[in-house]
DNA sequence: CAGCACTAATTCA
DNA sequence: TGAATTAGTGCTG
């Protein structure tokens, strides 16, 4: 058999049926949650690169990582910025560097298309950005959903869910922040 | 070659 | 003052 074939599993969250999706030691893949497990596959095997007809099903795949994603929308503050890694072989070095950037956004924090784009090195291409973004094929594991337009606007969403689940997602994530600090913190608004 | 998950500057009311 | 328009951007179908 093909040592890179891909290798995948569908789990439960909190928020619904989860997509993860491994070629070799690298995750390649993965889908937010969805009401249907048929609708996670089909959002799943979506974002493999190529050739989903030859990805195995595997029910116990990355067990570790699996709780990680659970924990998350269970509410937990979780970092996916260095762990696992992610095959980004297919994408241009400008678009390397989008990906790289956006995962040092740290969990309940937001950054704009445009600051992703300076910290690349292409100040203007925040467009270009965008685009980068639309096609992230591991939402969550890279946080797409916390790069936010510069006017205070969300921006786009292009996985499972839309735009919904980006405001979903950065609420989400703020609540986990503001329910593990102290009330006291919140006095320094000057 | 047209079109994006964007932005900043410019142009008209 | 403020809404609408337009270049500039890097990549994809």
Redesign the pocket.
């Known amino acids: 058999m093909n040592a890179a074939t891909s290798r995948f599993t569908i789990f439960q969250t909190r928020w619904g049926h989860f997509g993860l999706a491994c070629r070799r030691e690298s995750v390649c893949a993965t889908s937010l949650p969805t009401p249907t497990r048929a609708a996670a596959q089909e959002a799943l095997l979506a974002n493999l690169p190529a050739a989903p007809a030859d990805a195995l099903f595997e029910q116990g795949l990355c067990p570790a990582l699996q709780q990680r994603i659970i924990a998350y929308f269970e509410g937990e503050n979780v970092d996916f910025s260095t762990d696992p890694g992610v095959d980004l072989a297919?994408?241009?070095?400008?678009?390397q560097a989008i990906m790289a950037g956006c995962r040092q956004i740290a969990f309940g924090q937001t950054r704009?298309?445009?600051?992703l784009a300076h910290h690349a090195g292409?100040p203007?291409?925040?467009?270009?950005?965008?685009?980068?973004?639309?096609?992230?094929p591991v939402?969550l594991i890279v946080p797409?959903?916390r790069?936010?337009?510069?006017?205070g606007?969300l921006?786009?969403?292009?996985?499972s869910g839309g735009i919904a689940t980006?405001r979903r997602m950065l609420l989400h994530e703020q609540n986990a922040i503001a329910a593990a600090m102290p009330p006291a913190a919140l006095v320094v608004t000057a």
């Open positions: 297919s994408y241009s070095s400008f678009g704009t298309y445009s600051e292409r203007g291409a925040a467009r270009a950005v965008g685009g980068t973004m639309a096609r992230n939402p797409c959903h790069v936010v337009r510069t006017d606007g921006g786009g969403f292009s996985a980006k």
